[in-house]
């Protein structure tokens, strides 16, 4: 079936580097690509969102690039901060779906200071 | 404006017993979506809800769970006679329209079955 999933189980980096977390995606008619950051013992909570037709997206420490070509959806955060530590899902939704918002398994970001 | 509000935050159920997992959501959100998470494991999604209807609930297990979201009051996630394979975190999450991609999650309840 249609699956959104994730390259690496872990990513660890140090205190001010950039940190690029990348997610492939399978169903060819989402709309919207989201990127949700769930801290251990909480919710997911929304980073930025991407609609289909766009190419990049950029907000506040944090740009998402989407690739339709090769299905292929990237988190950036510059200068990571120890707090940027939690596990990032990508998730998709798409008109057919009721916009409901698809899972990957996640990725876990390390910081070190 | 208070965020999306779960309860219990932590339930321990024995095996057969019903658990009643409760979800308000944030003011003026009439959509509301129920999650499971294992350990190590992404969102599963379960149920769509939406004030008095179900939307869309392909992710429901077809026996002994159910979801309601009354005009009046949060939404319930129900399971009843539960198994140890029910354990997991459930989240549920609101948004004030259908296709708003900027839904808001609560902390979620970690469901113990012994």
């Known amino acids: 079936g249609e699956s959104v999933g994730l390259h690496l189980p872990t990513l660890s980096v140090q205190e001010g580097d950039n940190s690029i977390i990348n997610c492939a995606y399978s169903?060819?008619?989402?709309?919207?690509f989201i990127w949700y950051k769930q801290e251990s013992g909480k919710g997911p909570q929304f980073i930025i969102d991407?609609?289909?037709?766009?190419d990049k997206r950029q907000g506040q420490r944090v740009t998402v690039l989407l690739n339709k070509t090769v299905k292929h959806l990237s988190l950036q955060i510059a200068a990571t901060q120890p707090g940027d530590s939690a596990v990032y899902f990508c998730a998709e939704s798409s008109s057919g779906g009721s916009y409901i918002p698809t899972f990957g398994r996640g990725t876990s970001l390390i910081v070190h200071p | 404006n208070a965020g999306v509000m779960q309860n219990p935050r932590h339930l321990v159920r024995r095996r057969g017993q019903e658990a009643r997992l409760r979800c308000s959501p944030m003011k003026g959100h009439s959509h509301v979506y129920w999650y499971r998470q294992l350990p190590e494991e992404g969102l599963k999604f379960m149920v769509y809800?939406?004030?008095?209807?179900?939307?869309?609930e392909s992710g429901m297990p077809k026996e002994r769970f159910s979801a309601e979201f009354p005009k009046e009051g949060p939404s319930i996630l129900r399971i009843q006679q539960v198994v140890r394979g029910d354990s997991a975190a459930y989240f549920c999450?609101?948004?004030?329209?259908?296709?708003?991609?900027?839904?808001?999650f609560g902390q979620g309840t970690r469901l113990t079955v012994v």
């Open positions: 999450a609101s948004s004030p329209l259908r296709g708003n991609t900027e839904a808001f």
């Open positions: 809800l939406q004030k008095e209807n179900i939307i869309d």
């Open positions: 991407i609609r289909s037709n766009m």
């Open positions: 169903n060819s008619a989402s709309d919207y």
